[in-house]
């Protein structure tokens, strides 16, 4: 088992930056697959990102939806219990809640892989 809180957002500018963590509980972080999702509003969650370290990529692989790849980056750090998702040149497209997650099961990019969920923290980018 293992608990998520999502921490980071707020209310930024188009092209800025911002950083969202996602903190774990317990002390087997290091056996989860992690991933981000977003949702806006009237509209279904989306895969953002995902960090892996098994499954069918290499340990410490990362993969990202192609709306944010070049913009976006996973972060993982085990001695924190945290995960990290650095966001640059923020558009205003970008605005939702973003969701972190977490599977014993492997790496993927659907949200149903996964069996643990943070509560959410609202990004909102400003033109």
Do not use: H
Not at 22 to 40: E, K, L, N
Not at 49 to 78: E, P, Q
Request: charged residues 15%; positive net charge; contains cysteine.
């Amino acid at each position: 088992q293992v608990q998520l809180v999502e921490s980071g957002g707020g209310l930024v500018q188009a092209g800025g930056s911002l950083r969202l963590s996602c903190a774990a509980s317990g002390r087997t972080f290091s056996s989860y697959a992690m991933a981000w999702f977003r949702q806006a509003p009237g509209q279904e969650r989306e895969f953002v990102g995902r960090y892996s370290w098994s499954g069918s990529w290499s340990a410490g692989s990362t993969s990202y939806a192609d709306s944010v790849k070049g913009r976006f980056t996973i972060s993982r750090d085990n001695a924190k219990n945290t995960v990290y998702l650095q966001m640059n040149s923020l558009k205003p497209e970008d605005t939702a809640v973003y969701y972190c997650a977490a599977t014993l099961g492997g790496s993927s990019s659907r949200a149903g892989s996964y069996d643990y969920w943070g509560q959410g923290t609202q990004v909102t980018v400003s033109s």
